[in-house]
Structures are given as structure tokens and as C-alpha cells.
Nanobody, 128 residues
Framework: VQLQASGGGLVQAGGSLRLSCAAS????????MAWFRQAPGKEREFVAA??????????ADSVKGRFTISRDNGNAKNTMYLQMNSLKPEDTADYYC????????????????????WGQGTQVTVSS
């Protein structure tokens, strides 16, 4: 599975951005996909995840109510999105999309160790 992330940029606090992650290759099967982020000098942290079947979603507390994860399985690209609203300076980070090689139980969706495939980061900068 190859993942291609895009959509990052510079935005003022309170603004919005939408990130995209296009998956190609072996995209059939119960893939769980997720977004993680890493700010300068900090560890990579979980942002949100979504299952391919049933559409179950999970969010980090820090983004709940502001970010929405979704995916479009209807096209050949099998694309995942992260709609980010009410952005804050602390949301500034490199955002990475990830996909699991198999189904992940809900309690494990926050751990980066459970994701086999990773895209390149897309930078999000929120100015105050």
C-alpha cells in the first residue's frame, strides 16, 4: 500500500484546512487508516482513525469536535480526509497518514505501532 498525503499549508488561528491521503496498491480488505502528527521537538501523536468497514471513527481528545476524519472508498484512489476546523497554533505539526495491514480493534487504533504503511508528512502551520 502506498499513501500520498497532501493539503497542508499555512493558516491563521480559527481557520480551516482539509488534508487528503490517497491510498494505492493493495487497498482491499479491512484497512484501518489514521492520521498522526508530530510537532517540532515532540513525539508523534495520534490524531484520528477510521475503519474501512462500518466507518467507526476515533479521535484524540485534543481535536474532538474540531476535526473530522472521513474516507471515500468509492473511487480507485481510496482516499482519506481530515477536515480541520477552528485550528489553533498548537495544531502546528507535520501530519502523517497511516494504514494498517489488517483490522485493528478500537482500543489499539491510537498506537502507531499497529500501522504498517505510512505516507510522507504534510506540514500544517497555524499562526496566532
Amino acid at each position: 500500500v502506498q499513501l500520498q498525503a497532501s493539503g497542508g499549508g499555512l493558516v491563521q488561528a480559527g481557520g480551516s484546512l482539509r488534508l487528503s491521503c490517497a491510498a494505492s496498491g493493495r487497498t482491499s480488505g479491512p484497512l484501518t487508516m489514521a492520521w498522526f502528527r508530530q510537532a517540532p521537538g515532540k513525539e508523534r501523536e495520534f490524531v484520528a482513525a477510521i475503519r474501512s468497514r462500518g466507518g467507526t471513527t476515533l479521535y484524540a481528545d485534543s481535536v474532538k469536535g474540531r476535526f473530522t476524519i472521513s474516507r471515500d472508498n468509492g473511487n480507485a484512489k481510496n482516499t482519506m480526509y481530515l477536515q480541520m476546523n477552528s485550528l489553533k497554533p498548537e495544531d502546528t505539526a507535520d501530519y502523517y497518514c497511516a494504514a494498517a495491514g489488517s483490522a485493528i480493534i478500537l482500543s489499539s487504533m491510537r498506537s502507531s505501532n499497529n500501522y504498517l504503511y505510512w505516507g510522507q508528512g504534510t506540514q500544517v502551520t497555524v499562526s496566532s
